[in-house]
């Protein structure tokens, strides 16, 4: 059975820093293309940042330069350092890990809120 845990969410204010982590089970981790996906009330769900099986990162624009995107593939796990924090960053936060082919696992998402 495939498992995505995230944790490291909680609330920040304006200008601060969370580290996200998501520990993955049932997977060969190495394989897949691990990714950080957000979703703000009433938005959809959008990418953040991914990193694929070589190393490969992309960003979003508008975390660029404040977000990196990290793997460890021996402890299974993708993290995500959030500095510079913004309200607008306030989303819940899922990891997803995706092979070549089918559709990518979810986990249950952490809140990550930005106020003051």
């Known amino acids: 059975q495939v498992q995505l845990v995230e944790s490291g969410g909680g609330l920040v204010q304006p200008g601060g820093s969370l580290r996200l982590s998501c520990v993955a089970s049932?997977?060969?981790?190495?394989?897949?293309?691990l990714s950080w996906y957000r979703q703000a009330p009433g938005k959809q769900r959008e990418l953040v940042a991914a990193i694929s099986r070589g190393g490969s990162t992309n960003y979003d624009d508008s975390v660029k330069g404040r977000f990196t995107i990290s793997r460890d593939n021996a402890k299974k796990i993708v993290d995500l350092q959030m500095n510079s924090l913004k309200p607008e960053d306030t989303a819940v936060y899922y990891c997803s890990a995706k092979w070549v082919t089918g559709n990518p696992y979810w986990g249950q998402g952490t809140q990550v809120t930005v106020a003051s």
């Open positions: 049932g997977i060969i981790a190495s394989m897949y293309t």
